[in-house]
């Protein structure tokens, strides 16, 4: 508490020495602000005023620093100065002087001539104005000390008595904390003198009754050890005794196990052989599908089995009936990998496991649409996907029947500019350019969907 104490007075004393510091600044402002110069003064701290109560005596001496400065703000004489007042005086009185020449030529024409009489009277005016000026400016000066210099003498006085009132309260903290600690020694060595005595006959007191249990434990002790032996007695024989009866239960219980996991055995035995018997069916039917399917590859032309780089195009010949399927890529699967245990069964049939780059089709128009999803660096694969299957699409529909409308925002129309020059055989077969603005891509949109409603309603109403 007094460290406490001390840290918050060397606070306090700080924090007013720093307000009287301000106060002699301000006051030190106020005095320029006038035009004024602070007289260097040296001043003394009145020891009398301060002498009693310095902590009570710091509050009246900056309650009469801040009035004394604030009278030095107000004082007429001085603030004559301020600003461009001086200025404006002498312009007023030059003024006054000149038109006062006027008037009295006015009056007087056989008198002097308004020029020389106006020079005079305002050269007059000039030298009036300086004499006055120099004479306010002693008294304003004369003004200023009698208000400085008692506002200097009570900071002086304050400051002493932030000092002196720091240096009596360190004082009365120094000595509480003395006070306090012979207080405490006192109070110890009274506890000492009183409780001594007593934790001295309570330890030998503890001392004696730890001895006593220890004996009475040691005693109950050796009681329940006798009782133990006695009871533990009969039992000494028991596993001679039980153990045939043990076995005999064990090996009930061994039998009964038996039976349950043989009658659980045939019982999983019977549902495998069942669920093979069905996924082995499953398997023959499944094959049959895949066969015929592969069985009918073989009915499609060139265009459908072969890919676009293995057709001969030197003898190629358009198709004038459209069959309904348009290839857009192959299958490839080894169904002996998906499921290689059915590769070695020789209850399944292993024939044409594998399907060899059989043509994946589009049914027009029952599914006829066609979604590709790629990764950022796959777009070129994609777009190269995209270009096959618009070539796909020329070469199975019969001539002419085949109309694009192309939209590429990304890549500007760069990836199918190529089938631009089917505009030079026929513009509708394009839609005349490949549309990459939004508004564009809306409006064919619109086309089209526009075009979709007419073929359902004018040629699809059955």
């Known amino acids: 508490q007094a460290a406490q104490n001390r840290r918050k007075l060397d606070k306090e004393t700080t924090q007013r020495k720093a307000t009287l510091e301000g106060?002699?600044?301000?006051?030190?402002?106020?005095?320029?602000?006038?035009?004024?110069r602070p007289p260097p003064l040296e001043v003394a701290a009145d020891e009398a005023r301060v002498a009693d109560k310095p902590g009570a005596a710091y509050g009246v001496l900056t309650d009469a620093v801040q009035q004394s400065t604030h009278r030095l703000s107000r004082l007429f004489v001085p603030s004559l100065f301020d600003g461009a007042r001086p200025g404006l005086i002498v312009f007023f009185t030059c003024l006054l002087s000149v038109a006062g020449a006027g008037w009295y030529v006015y009056s007087h024409p056989a008198g002097p001539s308004f020029k020389v009489l106006g020079a005079s009277a305002f050269g007059a005016a000039i030298v009036l104005c300086v004499a006055l000026g120099f004479m306010l400016r002693r008294v304003g000066a004369a003004k200023i000390e009698?208000?400085?210099?008692?506002?200097?003498?009570?900071?002086?006085?304050?400051?002493?008595?932030?000092?002196?009132?720091?240096?009596?309260?360190?004082?009365?903290?120094?000595?509480?904390?003395?006070?306090?600690?012979?207080?405490?020694?006192?109070?110890?060595?009274?506890?000492?003198?009183?409780?001594?005595?007593?934790?001295?006959?309570?330890?030998?007191?503890?001392?004696?009754?730890?001895?006593?249990?220890?004996?009475?434990?040691?005693?109950?002790?050796?009681?329940?050890?006798?009782?133990?032996?006695?009871a533990l007695r009969p039992f000494q024989n028991w596993p001679e005794l039980e153990q045939p009866k043990l076995e005999a239960r064990l090996n009930r219980y061994r039998s009964l196990l038996k039976a349950r996991r043989d009658n659980a055995c045939d019982t999983a035995q019977r549902q495998y052989d069942a669920d093979r018997a069905e996924l082995r069916e499953r398997w023959d039917r499944g094959v049959e599908r895949i066969a015929a399917l592969l069985d009918a590859t073989a009915d499609f032309d060139d265009a459908l089995r072969c890919d676009l780089l293995e057709v001969d195009w030197e003898n190629w010949r358009p198709n004038f009936v459209f069959g309904g399927a348009v290839r857009f890529g192959a299958l490839e699967v080894d169904f002996g990998r998906i499921a290689p245990r059915f590769r070695d069964d020789p209850r399944l049939k292993r024939e044409r496991l594998t399907l060899s780059r059989t043509p994946a089709l589009l049914a027009i128009p029952e599914r006829g649409a066609l979604l590709i999803r790629y990764a950022r660096e796959a777009r070129d694969v994609a777009n190269?996907?995209?270009?096959?299957?618009?070539?796909?699409?020329?070469?199975?529909?019969?001539?002419?029947?085949?109309?694009?409308?192309?939209?590429?925002?990304?890549?500007?129309?760069?990836?199918?500019?190529?089938?631009?020059?089917?505009?030079?055989?026929?513009?509708?077969?394009?839609?005349?350019?490949?549309?990459?603005e939004g508004q564009q891509i809306e409006q064919q949109l619109t086309d089209l969907t526009n075009h979709m409603e007419n073929v359902i309603q004018k040629y699809l109403r059955n």
């Open 23 to 36: 106060l002699a600044i301000h006051a030190a402002e106020v005095i320029r602000a006038h035009r004024f």
């Open 384 to 436: 190269a996907a995209l270009q096959a299957v618009m070539t796909r699409l020329l070469t199975t529909i019969p001539p002419g029947r085949a109309h694009f409308t192309i939209i590429d925002p990304v890549g500007l129309g760069q990836d199918f500019a190529g089938f631009m020059h089917l505009a030079d055989y026929d513009d509708a077969m394009v839609g005349g350019r490949i549309w990459t």
């Open 146 to 230: 009698n208000l400085y210099r008692p506002i200097l003498t009570d900071i002086a006085t304050a400051r002493l008595a932030v000092d002196q009132h720091h240096t009596l309260t360190r004082r009365s903290i120094d000595l509480a904390e003395r006070d306090a600690g012979l207080h405490r020694d006192r109070a110890v060595k009274a506890a000492h003198e009183k409780y001594d005595p007593k934790l001295a006959r309570v330890a030998l007191r503890r001392k004696n009754l730890l001895q006593t249990i220890e004996e009475e434990f040691s005693k109950n002790r050796r009681d329940l050890e006798a009782r133990r032996d006695l």
